[in-house]
């Protein structure tokens, strides 16, 4: 019983993530660019 209440949880944490990872996607792929940006700009200045 433990197993499908884990099971249950799973796939409505599934279900979420689905709904949102568009947005996530969106927003941790600009927050990556931004920062692989800050890092290059600022190693490039640096040499």
Known sequence: KLCDAVTVNQRRAHRTLTLYSYQYRL?????????????FKARFTTK
Not at 27 to 39: E, H, I, R, S
Request: charged share 0%.
């Open 27 to 39: 927003f941790f792929g600009a927050l990556a660019t931004f920062v692989c940006n800050t890092f």
